[in-house]
C-alpha cells in the first residue's frame, strides 16, 4: 500500500486546513486508516484513525472536536478536516495504513500500523 499525503499549509490562527491522503494498492478496502503528527524536537503523536468502513473513529482526546477524519473508499482517499488551528498544531502531518480485522479501529500505537506515507508541513502562524 502506498500513501500520498496533501493539503497542507500555512493558515492563520483560527483558520481551517483539509489534509487528504490517497492510498495505492492491493486491498487498501481491507486497512483502516490514520493520521499522525510530528512537530520538531518532538516525538510522534497519534491525531486520529478510522476503521475499514469509515463508521468508527478515534482521536486523540485533545483534539476531538476541532479535528474530524473521514474516508471515501470510492476514491481510496483518507482526510483530516483542522479547524480552529493553534500555533502548536504546527507539524508535519502523516498519513498511515493498518490491516486490520473487520470494523477494527486501530489505537494510538505506531506499531498497529503497517505502512505510512510522507508527510505534509502543516504550519499555523499569523
Known amino acids: 500500500v502506498q500513501l500520498q499525503a496533501s493539503g497542507g499549509g500555512l493558515v492563520q490562527p483560527g483558520g481551517s486546513l483539509r489534509l487528504s491522503c490517497a492510498a495505492s494498492?492491493?486491498?487498501?478496502?481491507?486497512?483502516?486508516l490514520g493520521w499522525f503528527r510530528q512537530a520538531p524536537g518532538k516525538e510522534r503523536e497519534f491525531v486520529a484513525s478510522?476503521?475499514?468502513?469509515?463508521?468508527?473513529?478515534n482521536y486523540a482526546g485533545s483534539l476531538e472536536g476541532r479535528f474530524t477524519i473521514s474516508r471515501d473508499n470510492a476514491k481510496n482517499t483518507v482526510y483530516l478536516q483542522m479547524n480552529s488551528l493553534k500555533p502548536e498544531d504546527t507539524a508535519v502531518y502523516h498519513c498511515a495504513a493498518a490491516w486490520v480485522i473487520s470494523s477494527v479501529v486501530p489505537g494510538a500505537a505506531a506499531s498497529q500500523y503497517n505502512y505510512w506515507g510522507q508527510g505534509t508541513q502543516v504550519t499555523v502562524s499569523s
Open positions: 494498492g492491493r486491498q487498501v478496502s481491507r486497512y483502516a
Open positions: 478510522i476503521s475499514r468502513g469509515g463508521g468508527s473513529t
